[in-house]
């Protein structure tokens, strides 16, 4: 299955272009030109990872679509893309699990997606076990007050680890600062 993208931005040949270079590299993306074009498509659709400009039709706008993205059930990772940096003492993004600095290497821009996609969701493994087992140890401690024989099979499955767990090793976690990306993304001006 592709991983799904929804790509944002104002500026239709930086949309276009990273369109054709995350396709081009394996991903399914659909794109959005507005705040309001993205909230929609968030609602109906489910994404891996939503990649929005800061500054579109407002200056508030990139953080309207990261609110949505993060109102969504299907939690995607999220990324600001800006070509007016954050400060520390600026609180725009700070939702965001990343924010990208336009213009950027294809490369360097491939690469903190992959790893963003994988630090993402092996956060949310992380915290759907952790979810389980608190609503497993719930179970047990209710089954055994009432003496249930339930209570050994709900621990012996939770102790079993989770055999979906990505082997992948990921280093460090996301940094939410601004990370500049060298170069110019072919065909943005």
Same mark, same amino acid.
């Given at each position: 299955?592709?991983?799904?993208? *929804?790509?944002?931005?104002?500026e239709?040949?930086?949309? *276009?272009? *990273?369109?054709?270079?995350l396709?081009?590299?394996?991903?399914?993306?659909? #794109?959005?030109?507005?705040?309001?074009?993205?909230?929609?498509?968030?609602?109906?659709?489910?994404?891996?990872?939503?990649? /929005?400009?800061?500054?579109?039709?407002?200056? $508030?706008?990139?953080?309207? =679509?990261?609110? !949505? !993205?993060?109102?969504?059930?299907?939690?995607?990772?999220?990324?600001?893309? /800006?070509?007016?940096?954050? %400060?520390? $003492?600026?609180?725009?993004?700070?939702?965001?699990?990343?924010?990208? =600095?336009?213009p950027?290497? %294809?490369?360097?821009?491939?690469?903190?997606?992959?790893?963003?996609?994988? #630090?993402?969701?092996?956060?949310?493994?992380?915290?759907?076990?952790?979810?389980?087992?608190a609503?497993?140890?719930?179970? %047990? !401690? &209710?089954a055994?007050? #009432?003496?249930?024989?339930?209570?050994?099979?709900? +621990?012996?499955?939770?102790?079993?680890?989770?055999? @979906?767990?990505? +082997?992948?090793?990921v280093s @460090?976690?996301t940094?939410?600062?601004? #990370?500049? *990306?060298? &170069?110019?993304? !072919? &065909?943005?001006?």
């Open positions: 299955m592709k991983r799904r993208i *929804l790509l944002v931005d104002d239709v040949a930086i949309l *276009l272009t *990273l369109q054709a270079v396709e081009i590299n394996g991903f399914e993306v659909e #794109t959005a030109a507005s705040a309001r074009e993205a909230k929609l498509k968030i609602r109906n659709n489910q994404y891996h990872m939503v990649i /929005t400009d800061m500054r579109m039709e407002s200056q $508030s706008a990139g953080n309207e =679509v990261v609110v !949505a !993205a993060r109102k969504s059930p299907h939690r995607p990772a999220v990324a600001l893309l /800006t070509a007016f940096p954050l %400060t520390d $003492s600026d609180d725009g993004g700070q939702d965001a699990d990343e924010v990208l =600095v336009k950027m290497n %294809t490369n360097d821009l491939l690469l903190q997606i992959e790893a963003l996609l994988v #630090t993402h969701e092996d956060k949310k493994r992380r915290e759907e076990s952790s979810l389980q087992l609503s497993g140890e719930a179970k %047990t !401690a &209710g055994k007050r #009432t003496g249930s024989p339930k209570a050994i099979n709900v +621990k012996k499955s939770m102790s079993a680890g989770s055999p @979906g767990r990505s +082997k992948v090793p @460090g976690k940094s939410k600062r601004a #990370t500049p *990306l060298g &170069g110019k993304l !072919a &065909g943005a001006h």
